[in-house]
Structures are given as C-alpha cells and as structure tokens.
C-alpha cells in the first residue's frame, strides 16, 4: 500500500507541471504502439516463430518506439514552452486541448489502422513501398477507395478516438496537468530545454542502436 500511494504521489508530482502533458502523449502513443504489434502479431499467428527471439524483437520494437516518441514529441514540447502561463487554465485553452487531443488521437488510430491494411496486403509493416504510396498519391488514393469503405472507416475510427480521449478523461490525469500552478517563462523554458535535449538525444541514440542492430550479419 505504502509503495502504490508513493508511485500515485511521485505521478501526480510530474503530471502537475506544464510539461506534464508530454508524459500523457508517451503514455498514449507507446500504449497504441504496444497494442499495433499485438493486432499484427495475432495477424501472423501460425507464420510467427513462438520462440526467445519473438522477446528481443518485442525489446527493439519497445526502443524504436520510445525513440519515435521522444522526435515526435519535440514540436509539442516547444508549444507548452511558449504558451502564457494561464493558458492551460482557461476555458479556451481547455477546449483547444480537448480538440488537438482528438485530432492526435484520431491521427494515432488512423496510423494503426493503415499499418493493419498495409500488413494484410503485403505482410509487412510501413516500408519502401510506403515511400511509393506518397509518390503517387492520386493513383493511391484511387485505389484505396475501390477497395476500402473510406467513410465507414473514418467514422469509426472518429467515434474511437472520441472514446478514448472520454476515457482518458475519466482516469482524471488530464485534470492533474490542465489544474497543475502556473510556471514562470524562466522555469518553461529550463523544463523545456530538459525535455527537448533529453527527447533528441533520446531518438537519436535509439534510431541508431535499432539501425546497427539491423546491419549485424
């Protein structure tokens, strides 16, 4: 009991700050991210060797993702830096969070819901061949809707984003961070710079850890 109430005190704590949102936007992102790899690797029960490797590439999948985070948590870090201080306690700044919440999350379940479809067209994640998608778009795009119910889609995945984020809500760790005091612009910008070096550093050193891991023999 004593070790439950220290790591809620020691969360509260970290939420409770501006940058607290950026802990909320890790745990949402490597969350969705876990939850990918479980759908495809359910996906590809009988072709996956159930073995010690199907751990170590869980381990690189869980570093590639933390290092993806850390990049595209970057602009978001910026953002809370430079917004006034009583931004996130106005009734304006709490809508404007509700919305860009949902656009992330809808954005997030878009790019989990693409992965699923490109997986069962070429059983394999994002690669070269999404390079191609964005070439031709307009041939793509075609194609995607012949084959596809876009709009039921869409909607779906509309409705799943609003659910999560009601969810997220109701954990009421959003209200820990839109309620944490207000940080003067000298104490923004040292927590920002903390978090924009340790985030850039961060990827970098995954990205390239994952791609020397790929380049073994």
Not at 6 to 12: D, Q, V
Not at 145 to 164: F, Q, V
Request: hydrophobic fraction near 55%; charged fraction near 10%; aromatic fraction near 12%.
């Amino acid at each position: 009991m004593h070790i439950k109430q220290s790591l809620a005190a020691c969360l509260h704590s970290l939420l409770a700050k501006r940058h607290g949102g950026l802990l909320l936007f890790l745990a949402v992102y490597l969350t969705l991210s876990f939850a990918t790899r479980v759908a495809l690797l359910c996906q590809s029960f009988a072709d996956v060797a159930w073995n010690a490797s199907l751990l170590a590439a869980s381990g690189w999948g869980l570093l590639f993702d933390l290092a993806t985070a850390a990049w595209i948590s970057l602009p978001l870090t910026v953002i809370l830096t430079l917004l006034p201080a009583t931004f996130l306690h106005s009734k304006i700044g709490h809508v404007l969070t509700a919305l860009v919440s949902l656009a992330a999350l809808f954005a997030l379940l878009f790019g989990t819901a693409a992965e699923w479809f490109f997986w069962e067209e070429f059983n394999t994640r994002f690669n070269f061949i999404a390079v191609d998608y964005l070439v031709y778009t307009t041939e793509v795009l075609g194609n995607i809707r012949e084959s596809y119910p876009l709009p039921a889609i869409i909607a779906g995945l509309l409705a799943a984003s609003a659910l999560l984020l009601w969810l997220l809500w109701q954990t009421g760790l959003p209200k820990v961070w839109l309620t944490s005091e207000h940080e003067p612009f000298r104490a923004r910008l040292r927590n920002g710079a903390g978090w924009l070096t340790a985030a850039r550093h961060g990827g970098t050193a995954g990205h390239a850890a994952i791609l020397c891991q790929q380049l073994q023999p």
